[in-house]
């Protein structure tokens, strides 16, 4: 097998980032060297015990946890508790992990690795930590080899206002800092693409027939989450944002997108959308590729195939009602 690629995960878990991490920890073409923690959908106390959960349940403890940045650059924080639950896992109110403990210092964390060795970041949540560490430490971004980002809205509407995007809204300063001087081109995944990613109640059926301890977990933390697109945006199921950015990462061939030069807008009615010059009006040197399409099925299986790999025969099962 090819040599694992090391990733820094940054999130908000958050129940599709919970969902994101089970992804990538249960991938064998990842190694997860560190998960950093920023503000978004919970405050960063509650995202980093959310962050030991999720590895408590594959053992992972090993895997270190920062927490990052506790408000976004300029505006006040504005979380998604009413998307995730009061505790950000689908009002669960699973117990605190006993002996596990959170490190202070994301920002630095994402440096000092990024001086010691080439490695990528997935970013799951607004993007206040990654500029953070740009503002600090621009140069040791050379070493930076990939960088996925979850956020904006290409040509579909918002899911916090007609135009925005959650990530990019909660923090535009931080998320246009970010695509304005990272020097990477910065792989987008806007909700173009995640919105075809549902899971829907035959899919968390089989999963519950699995009779897996994950499962379970997938089946209990999901369940806020489906009401709450039922409510919000009359979708029944629900839209698992984060672990398509990780699955992408993992197989460039699950989206098809273009390069363009991108922009986030920082203030007014607009605040958080995704300006993205695809038709290269203003010759700007693209700092973007940004995937619009999506093979939703095949993420689908892959992301059960990765998370249940153990229970073959269910499986097989379950992908023929998908
Ligand atoms: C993004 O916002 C958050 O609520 C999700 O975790 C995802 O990262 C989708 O807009
Ligand atoms: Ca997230």
Known sequence: MEKRRKVIIDCDPGIDDSLALLLALKSEELEVVGITIVCGNVPIKEGGENALKTLEILKALHIPVYLGEEKPLKRQLVTAQDTHGEDGLGECYFEKIEGAEVKEGAVDFIIDTLRKEKVSIIALGPLTNIAKAIEKNKKVFENLEEFVSMGGAFRIHGNC?????????????????????????????????????????????????LNNPIGEYIVKITKFYVDFHWKQEGIIGCVINDPLAVAYFIDKSLCTGFSSYVEVVKEGVAVGQTIVDKEDFWRKSHNSLVLNEVNSKEFMYRFLETV???????????????
């Open 308 to 322: 249940f790999k153990e229970n073959h025969e269910t499986l097989r099962k379950l992908k023929e009602v998908i």
């Open 161 to 209: 206002s007609p135009v925005a995007e959650f990530n990019y809204w909660v923090d535009p300063h931080g998320a246009d800092y970010v695509f304005q001087n990272l020097g990477h081109k910065i792989h987008m995944i806007p909700l173009d693409v995640t919105r075809k990613i549902v899971l829907t109640p035959n899919i968390l059926e089989g999963i519950r027939r």
